[in-house]
């Protein structure tokens, strides 16, 4: 039998002449080796630190573990790190179109949601607008039904 050295920590090891013929990549002394050696760029489904995530968005790998590629081309376009209530949007609503051009920055996320996703329903006719004005009013004597909780707040309200 054959005296083998693990790629990972040098360790010297036995492995039957018929088990290296069918290997397709060098042996390891032990799993947590075969585990180290599977990690990163060794790995079977490596995809050069870059993936699509469930929600469709571009993750790539840094330093600090993978991370959005909008808030990382949106970073490099201003010069700074991005603050955390910091909003990237893209403009054609396609996730992995990541080009500068593409992305808008918004300095809070009521600001994005008013801006593009209301204003967005109001066009296309989704969004009712309710006239306050309209609700009937209670009629004298009349008590408005309330729920516990509702009832609960107000006494908490008043207390103040």
Same mark, same amino acid.
């Given at each position: ?14 492995? +039957? ?35 699509? =995530?469930?929600?469709? $968005?571009? &993750?790539?790998?840094? =330093? ?15 010069? &700074? ?24 920055? $918004? ?22 607008? &309710? ?21 609960? +707040? ?5 207390? &103040?």
């Amino acid at each position: 039998m054959p005296e083998v050295a693990c790629p990972i920590d040098g360790t010297k090891f036995w492995i +039957a002449p018929s088990h290296l013929k069918r290997l397709t990549r060098p042996p390891t002394c032990s799993p947590e080796c075969k585990a180290k050696s599977m990690k990163g760029k060794q790995h079977w489904n490596y995809k050069e630190g870059r993936y699509i =995530d469930s929600e469709g $968005y571009v &993750r790539v790998l840094t =330093d600090t573990g993978y991370q959005f590629e909008h808030r990382l081309v949106m970073a490099k376009k201003l010069g &700074r790190p991005l603050k955390p209530g910091e909003i990237v949007h893209h403009i054609d609503e396609d996730r992995q179109n990541n080009s500068p051009r593409n992305l808008e920055l $918004y300095s809070d996320r009521g600001t994005h949601t008013t801006t593009e996703h209301v204003d967005r329903s109001r066009r296309s006719g989704k969004f009712k607008i &309710r006239n306050v004005a309209a609700k009937p009013t209670k009629r004298a004597g009349e008590r408005r039904r309330t729920s516990a909780f509702t009832r609960l +707040a107000a006494a908490h309200r008043q207390a &103040r």
